[in-house]
């Protein structure tokens, strides 16, 4: 299966990945988790794009376009589900021709949808594990030791872009460069949409049904 995660920043889509990962056995291919990690290593990579993150802004295409077909060649065979890609109308183009050249075209678009006030309360307890990408809330979905990660034992931390002045200009770019997506999608006939604002089980569930129908 061939997928995308659309969705505001704090929709959810990290932790959907995890669990759709795992149950459909796809390579879960996060474009945030992968600056981030270049970012923490201090790569070539990582120095060039850690202004974008910090402030909330997307990396430009070319980079971003570049990185994404280096990952998906090499993991992309067993089937994947790209997260935080495509996030602009450019980034779209370039994976629908991309895809058209592989002969493997998406089966479908997830849009999960939250309102921005949830989004903004999410982000502000939002830990994650620098290890293995997963999302905890501190008060909503705690782990169960705190401060460390259920999956992997690793100590969690707070992102840097998830101060509210940043959230604020991550959910203001979502709105201008990411969310004409949901049109582009809708008119190729492969988005589904999801209430992103229900318990995690729930949202898991409603995406599984939209995807076995
Ligand atoms: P990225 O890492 O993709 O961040 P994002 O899109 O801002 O989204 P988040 O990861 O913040 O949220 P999420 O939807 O994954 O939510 P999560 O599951 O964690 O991108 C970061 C940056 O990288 C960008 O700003 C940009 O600079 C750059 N970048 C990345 N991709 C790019 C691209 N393609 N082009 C250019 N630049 C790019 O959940 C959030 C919180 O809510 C957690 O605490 C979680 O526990 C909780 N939660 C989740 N679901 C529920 C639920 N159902 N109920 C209650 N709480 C919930
Ligand atoms: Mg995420």
Known sequence: MRLVLLGPPGAGKGTQAKML???YHLSHIST??????NIKNQTELGKKVESYLSSG???????TIAMLWDRLDREGD??????GFPRTLEQADALKAGLA?????????????????VLVKRLAGRRTCPQCGASFHITDQPPQKEGICDVCGTSL?????????TVQNRIAVYRKQTEPLVAYYDKEGILVHINGDQPVESVFHAIEEALTV
Do not use: M
């Open 78 to 83: 067993k089937g994947f589900l790209l997260d």
């Open 157 to 165: 931390i707070q992102r840097t872009d998830d101060t509210e002045e």
């Open 101 to 117: 050249k592989r002969a493997c075209p998406l089966d479908a678009v997830i849009s999960i949808e939250v309102e921005e006030k």
């Open 32 to 37: 945030g988790d992968i600056f981030r990690a």
């Open 57 to 63: 802004q997307l990396v430009p295409d070319e980079l």
């Open 21 to 23: 990962e795992e149950r």
